[in-house]
């Protein structure tokens, strides 16, 4: 097999990294250093025998070191390859990238892409091996993607959901499982072995990867820094899988295999101890996610959701579940639980939409709109709100007459107010900020009209109702009229856009100005009946003298 200079090079450079990464270590008397270059993460632990430990990492930067070498040190190219072989070499690269490399996809998608990548190998596989026959070959194909299927089928939850009631049934499915995941890999190794291509030492790295389960076993015995040193045992994987390809291109000798020595001392157990690859991790993502901002069902991604049902479970919803002991499991069964018992209350249905929209749909269809649909919803709500307004006022105002007819206006017209709760309505210029001035003013709004700069409020005393406005602009200053009123006031106002305006519940009016400048308003107030009320606001130029505001009236009771 020709050996590439990049092999070489990376294993040495990857030593070189690893002896250094050591010394560094024992220096400072921390592991960090040299856990972080040879594993890939930082230590979880710091009370440990340092020595011992490092010794161990020693043997696995060399196990590193072993395995970039075999990984890179490339093809032998003795027989010219088939499209579909070369397909199934390319494909196997990609997948020794995808396995070694950390890729920041979530769990979900990870598995599906593992599963999409290893059964595409699989087929590949099956159609470039020869000395097995064609219903061996479909049962490999269908053992992996049974393993498969099934690995996806626990990622998104389906199992958990079927455990609630029947969970002898689930554990059966998960065993069926692994046992499809390991005849899969088994026919794989007989069939390398029967084609006669790849080496026994290939064949041998194949069924090392049966030692997967020592990590768990061992590590559970003798701690995390053991168990973590284990998961060296992963590398026959990727060496495996690094090799067919590289082998592919060999002289197949048929119906004569290679011998494999010794299959069952390293099957037999593996068929005993290992457990399936895809069983549910117990997790406790929600501890770590982001919390802080969750988004509605329909504006999330399928990511966002399952994040935005563990931070509203664990931290608001069932009380119970706040423990940070808490797994996303239970989360989850908890909440399918809860999905499948129905009658789901506005609160809890506010959590469960990220988990069971269909159910909670049926009773609360609104937690299904996006922000632009309940936007849009509102706007039009309020827009028929405003419509309704404008009828009921213009109705109301179709009884309203002139209570001084005699007064000759340059500009006069006459509308409705409809309080509720006691509210006024504004008198002002047009501008916003003339509003924002008075807000900003400490003025005694128990009078009748309370001006600052711009801008005046009108106060009422009818709690709920109708009062008919009547606007009037002159020219000159009238008479004084008190009769038959409860209350008369005045007060200046700076009309700086030429046009007055007049805001209130159902109340709109713009009244055209001459000119703008300083103005007059002389408001006339009296109560009719209860719930009905009269307005007349006489607006003229201030007079030269420029007199200050003057209350007219006594403070009302």
Same mark, same amino acid.
């Given at each position: 097999?020709?050996?590439?200079?990049?092999?070489?090079?990376?294993?040495?450079?990857?030593?070189?990294?690893?002896?250094?990464?050591?010394?560094?270590?024992?220096?400072?008397?921390?592991?960090?250093?040299?856990?972080?270059?040879?594993?890939?993460?930082?230590?979880?632990?710091?009370?440990?025998?340092?020595?011992?430990?490092?010794?161990?990492?020693?043997?696995?930067?060399?196990?590193?070191?072993?395995?970039?070498?075999?990984?890179?040190?490339?093809?032998?190219?003795?027989?010219?390859?088939?499209?579909?072989?070369?397909?199934?070499?390319?494909?196997?690269?990609?997948?020794?990238?995808?396995?070694?490399?950390?890729?920041?996809?979530?769990?979900?998608?990870?598995?599906?892409?593992?599963?999409?990548?290893?059964?595409?190998?699989?087929?590949?596989?099956?159609?470039?091996?020869?000395?097995?026959?064609?219903?061996?070959?479909?049962?490999?194909?269908?053992?992996?993607?049974?393993?498969?299927?099934?690995?996806?089928?626990?990622?998104?939850?389906?199992?958990?959901?079927?455990?609630?009631?029947?969970?002898?049934?689930?554990?059966?499915?998960?065993?069926?499982?692994?046992?499809?995941?390991?005849?899969?890999?088994?026919?794989?190794?007989?069939? !390398?072995?029967?084609?006669?291509?790849?080496?026994?030492?290939?064949?041998?790295?194949?069924?090392? !990867?049966?030692?997967?389960?020592?990590?768990?076993?061992?590590?559970?015995?003798?701690?995390?820094?053991?168990?973590?040193?284990?998961?060296?045992?992963?590398?026959?994987?990727?060496?495996?899988?690094?090799r067919t390809a590289h082998e592919l291109s060999s002289?197949?000798?048929?119906?004569?295999?290679?011998?494999?020595?010794?299959?069952?001392?390293?099957?037999?157990?593996?068929?005993?101890?290992?457990?399936?690859?895809?069983?549910?991790?117990?997790?406790?993502?929600?501890?770590?996610?982001?919390?802080?901002?969750?988004?509605?069902y329909a504006d999330a991604s399928p990511q966002e959701?399952?994040?935005?049902?563990?931070?509203?479970?664990?931290?608001?919803?069932?009380?119970?579940?706040?423990?940070?002991?808490?797994?996303?499991?239970?989360?989850?069964?908890?909440?399918?639980?809860?999905?499948?018992?129905?009658?789901?209350?506005?609160?809890?249905?506010?959590?469960?939409?990220?988990?069971?929209?269909?159910?909670?749909?049926?009773?609360?269809?609104?937690?299904?709109?996006?922000?632009? !649909?309940?936007?849009?919803?509102?706007?039009?709500? !309020?827009?028929?709100?405003?419509?309704?307004?404008?009828?009921?006022?213009?109705?109301?105002?179709?009884?309203?007459?002139?209570?001084?007819?005699?007064?000759?206006?340059?500009?006069?017209?006459?509308?409705?107010?409809?309080?509720?709760?006691?509210?006024?309505?504004?008198?002002?210029?047009?501008?916003?900020?003339?509003?924002?001035?008075?807000?900003?003013?400490?003025?005694?709004?128990?009078?009748?009209?309370?001006?600052?700069?711009?801008?005046?409020?009108?106060?009422?005393?009818?709690?709920?109702?109708?009062?008919?406005?009547?606007?009037?602009?002159?020219?000159?200053?009238?008479?004084?009229?008190?009769?038959?009123?409860?209350?008369?006031?005045?007060?200046?106002l700076r009309l700086t856009t030429g046009r007055l305006?007049?805001?209130?519940?159902?109340?709109?009016?713009?009244?055209?100005?001459?000119?703008?400048?300083?103005?007059?308003?002389?408001?006339?107030?009296?109560?009719?009946?209860?719930?009905?009320?009269?307005?007349?606001?006489?607006?003229?130029?201030?007079?030269?003298?420029?007199?200050?505001?003057?209350?007219?009236?006594?403070?009302?009771?």
């Open positions: 097999m020709r050996k590439l200079p990049l092999g070489w090079l990376a294993a040495s450079l990857n030593l070189a990294v690893v002896l250094i990464a050591v010394a560094i270590s024992l220096v400072r008397g921390s592991l960090d250093p040299a856990w972080t270059v040879v594993q890939w993460y930082p230590a979880p632990f710091s009370e440990v025998s340092i020595p011992l430990v490092l010794i161990g990492l020693l043997l696995v930067g060399l196990a590193n070191s072993w395995m970039f070498w075999q990984v890179l040190k490339g093809p032998a190219e003795r027989l010219p390859l088939s499209p579909r072989a070369r397909g199934l070499r390319w494909l196997l690269y990609v997948y020794v990238v995808w396995r070694l490399l950390p890729v920041p996809l979530a769990e979900g998608p990870a598995t599906a892409v593992d599963a999409a990548l290893w059964v595409s190998i699989v087929v590949l596989f099956a159609g470039v091996v020869t000395g097995s026959g064609r219903g061996f070959r479909l049962a490999m194909i269908a053992f992996s993607l049974l393993a498969a299927g099934g690995g996806l089928l626990i990622e998104t939850g389906v199992l958990v959901r079927v455990a609630q009631a029947t969970p002898m049934l689930v554990l059966a499915v998960a065993l069926a499982l692994g046992a499809a995941a390991l005849t899969g890999l088994i026919m794989m190794l007989i069939a !390398q072995r029967r084609d006669g291509r790849w080496s026994r030492a290939t064949l041998v790295l194949g069924a090392l !990867q049966f030692l997967s389960f020592l990590p768990s076993v061992v590590g559970g015995l003798f701690g995390e820094p053991v168990r973590g040193l284990l998961e060296v045992v992963a590398l026959f994987e990727v060496v495996w899988l690094a002289p197949t000798t048929g119906s004569e295999p290679a011998p494999l020595r010794p299959p069952a001392w390293l099957l037999m157990p593996a068929l005993l101890l290992i457990a399936p690859e895809a069983l549910p991790h117990d997790t406790a993502t929600w501890r770590d996610a982001d919390c802080s901002s969750i988004p509605r959701r399952r994040r935005a049902y563990l931070c509203l479970a664990a931290n608001e919803g069932y009380g119970f579940l706040r423990d940070e002991a808490v797994t996303d499991r239970h989360l989850l069964s908890e909440g399918w639980k809860r999905c499948a018992a129905g009658g789901i209350k506005k609160g809890r249905a506010e959590i469960l939409v990220y988990l069971c929209p269909d159910a909670v749909a049926r009773e609360h269809p609104d937690l299904l709109l996006s922000s632009a !649909q309940l936007r849009e919803r509102q706007t039009a709500e !309020q827009a028929e709100r405003r419509t309704a307004l404008a009828a009921e006022a213009a109705e109301y105002a179709g009884s309203c007459r002139d209570p001084w007819p005699t007064l000759r206006a340059v500009h006069e017209v006459t509308a409705a107010h409809l309080p509720t709760d006691w509210d006024g309505y504004r008198v002002y210029d047009g501008r916003a900020a003339s509003l924002d001035a008075l807000q900003a003013e400490q003025l005694d709004y128990d009078r009748p009209l309370v001006a600052a700069g711009g801008a005046a409020v009108v106060t009422t005393t009818i709690e709920y109702g109708g009062i008919c406005v009547t606007v009037k602009l002159v020219n000159t200053p009238p008479p004084l009229r008190r009769r038959g009123w409860d209350a008369v006031a005045e007060a200046d305006h007049l805001r209130g519940r159902g109340l709109k009016v713009a009244l055209p100005l001459p000119k703008a400048g300083r103005y007059r308003v002389r408001l006339h107030t009296r109560t009719l009946d209860e719930g009905v009320g009269e307005d007349l606001i006489v607006v003229y130029p201030e007079p030269r003298d420029r007199s200050r505001t003057r209350e007219l009236s006594a403070p009302r009771r």
